[in-house]
C-alpha cells in the first residue's frame, strides 16, 4: 500500500509540473490547502473535481473528510459523480453504493481522518456498515457520524473504535430500531460530544459503563431512546464527573412504566439541562446545585384512549413539577408554551424557591418576535388583570395585555395567552428574577380564540 502511494504521489507530481505554466491561482495553492477546502464537500462532490484538470486528478484522496449518503433512489446521482479512470467507462449501472464507497477508500490515501459520516436512508449490509466503521477508526477520525439502517442483522460496534484515543465526536443514529448494537462500555478518553438516536436501553445491553467510560464527556444527547419495558433494567444512570451539557429529547417509555422506570444523573459539574418530549422520571444527584441554564419543553399526549386525559394532564404537571423543584439553583429558565400549558393543568402550584433565578422565558415553536418585560412591570400587569389569563402582544411597543377573547395580531404576530396562576407561581417563586422574554409566534390564522 506505500508503494502505490509513493507511485500515485509521483504521477501527481509530475502531471503538476507538466500543468505548472498554465495553473491558475487556486490551483497553485499546496496539496493540503486545496484538500482542506475539499473537505468542505461531500465525497461525490469533491471526486467531481477530478474531472478538472490533471492537477485535481487524485486530490480528492487527501481529503481528511468522507461523506457519504444513500437515500432512496440515489444512485443515479453518482452516475456522473466519478473519474473515468478510476471506473467502468460503460457506466456505473453495475456499481452499487456499497461498491461505490468500498473503492474510494481503497483509492484513499493513508491518512487520518477528521470526519467519516455514513448516512444511510435505505437497508444495507450490516458487514458493510462494520467495515466503514472499523475503516474510520484504523484511520484515526475525530468526528464519527453513523445512521445505520440494517434489515438482515445488527452491528456490532468493532473494538478499534470502542476504544479510539482520537475521537472527541460520537453520534450513533439508528434508522431501525437495533441496526447498531448499544456497546456494554467504551472507552473512549478524548470523547467531548456522545449524541445516541433510537437506541434501547435493557438489562442485556447496558450496565452504566457506556457514559463512565468517556472520562472527558462534555455533552450527552439522548433523542428518542428508551429503557425496554417489563425488563429488569428500571434505571439509567448518567454517570459522568466533567459533564456540562445534558439533553434528553422525546423519550419513548411507554406511560404504563413512568413510576416504575427513571434516568438518574450524576454530573457534578453540570451546566445546562434541556428536556423535550413526554415526561420521564429524571433524578439529579450532587448536581442540581449546579446547573445554572434549564430548558424544558414538555407535552402531553391527548390521542391515547386507555388513559384519562384530564387524569394524565394532571399527573403529568405533577410530575414536571418535581422535576422543576431540583433545578432550584437555575440563573436562567426556559419555558415553552406547551410546558406552560401543562403547568396550568394543576389546580394547585405550591410555589418553591428559585433562588437565583435572574431570567425567565417563554418560548414557541414559530417565533416571529421577542419581548423582554422587567419583572417589576409584570407584577404590576398581574395586579392590575381582571381576568384569568394575560395576553401578551408584541406587535407594539409597551402593548402587554390585552382585555378580550379574540384578536387580529398585527404585523404577523400572534399573541400570548398565559394562565395567570402559572405565572403567579413563577414569579412568588423567583424573588430575584430581573426580566421575563416572551417569543412571539407567527400567526397561524387570520383570528386566533384564546
Known amino acids: 500500500m506505500e508503494e502505490n502511494d509513493r507511485k500515485k504521489m509521483k504521477m501527481i507530481r509530475n502531471e503538476q509540473d507538466e500543468e505548472k505554466p498554465d495553473l491558475d491561482r487556486l490551483s497553485c495553492l499546496p496539496d493540503s490547502i486545496l484538500s482542506h477546502i475539499l473537505s468542505f464537500l461531500d465525497t461525490v462532490c469533491a471526486i467531481k473535481t477530478s474531472m478538472l484538470s490533471k492537477r485535481y486528478r487524485f486530490l480528492w484522496t487527501l481529503s481528511p473528510t468522507l461523506d457519504f449518503k444513500l437515500f432512496r433512489y440515489s444512485p443515479s446521482r453518482f452516475k456522473p459523480c466519478y473519474p473515468h479512470d478510476l471506473f467502468d467507462q460503460k457506466g456505473l449501472n453495475v456499481l452499487s453504493f456499497e461498491a461505490h464507497v468500498n ?40 468526528h464519527l457520524r453513523i445512521r445505520g439502517y ?13 476504544i479510539s484515543p482520537s475521537l472527541t ?33 435493557s438489562d442485556s445491553n ?48 411507554p406511560w404504563r412504566c413512568f413510576f416504575e422506570q427513571s434516568i438518574c444523573v450524576n454530573a457534578p459539574v453540570l451546566d445546562f439541562f434541556k428536556f423535550q418530549g413526554h415526561i420521564a422520571k429524571v433524578k439529579f444527584q450532587d448536581c442540581s446545585q449546579c446547573v445554572n441554564k434549564a430548558w424544558i419543553d414538555l407535552c402531553c399526549p391527548t390521542a391515547c384512549t386507555s388513559f384519562d386525559v384530564n387524569g ?14 431540583q433545578l432550584w439553583n437555575v440563573k436562567s429558565l426556559s419555558l415553552s408554551m406547551r410546558t406552560i400549558e401543562v403547568m396550568s393543568a394543576s389546580p394547585c402550584l405550591r410555589p418553591f424557591m428559585f433562588e437565583n433565578l435572574r431570567f425567565l422565558r417563554f418560548t414557541t415553536e414559530e417565533k416571529y418576535g421577542e419581548m423582554t418585560i422587567p419583572i417589576d412591570e409584570v ?28 384578536v387580529k395580531p ?3 404576530a400572534s399573541p400570548v395567552s398565559v394562565s395567570m396562576h402559572v405565572l403567579s407561581f413563577l414569579l412568588e417563586s423567583s424573588p430575584s428574577a430581573e426580566f421575563l422574554s416572551i417569543e412571539i409566534p407567527k400567526v397561524q390564522s387570520d383570528e386566533i380564540t384564546l
Not at 176 to 196: G, H, Q
Not at 318 to 323: A, I, T, V
Open 379 to 406: 407584577m404590576q400587569l398581574t395586579k392590575s388583570a381582571t381576568s384569568d389569563i394575560l395576553v401578551f402582544d408584541g406587535s407594539e411597543e409597551k402593548q402587554y395585555i390585552l382585555e378580550c377573547s379574540i
Open 410 to 412: 398585527k404585523k404577523a
Open 103 to 142: 473503492h474510494v477508500l481503497q483509492c484513499r490515501e493513508n491518512s487520518s481522518l477528521k470526519m467519516f459520516r455514513l448516512s444511510l436512508h435505505v437497508p444495507a449490509g450490516s458487514d458493510f456498515i462494520r467495515n466503514c466503521i472499523d475503516y474510520a477508526a484504523r484511520h484515526k477520525v475525530q
Open 169 to 201: 465526536i460520537l453520534h450513533l443514529n439508528n434508522a431501525v430500531c437495533s441496526s447498531i448494537e448499544l456497546p456494554k462500555s467504551l472507552s473512549l478518553p478524548n470523547l467531548k460530544i456522545l449524541r445516541l438516536k433510537n437506541f434501547e436501553f
Open 206 to 253: 447496558y450496565n452504566g459503563e457506556v457514559f463512565s467510560g468517556c472520562s472527558s464527556l462534555e455533552t450527552l444527547v439522548l433523542n428518542k431512546c428508551w429503557i425496554r419495558p417489563a425488563d429488569k433494567l428500571k434505571t439509567v444512570g448518567v454517570n459522568c464527573l466533567n459533564l456540562k451539557n445534558l439533553e434528553i429529547k422525546y423519550w419513548r417509555s
Open 150 to 162: 440494517t434489515k438482515r442483522g445488527s452491528v456490532a460496534l468493532p473494538r478499534p473504535l470502542l
Open 312 to 325: 394524565r394532564m394532571e399527573s403529568t404537571s405533577e410530575s414536571l413539577m418535581d422535576m422543576i423543584r
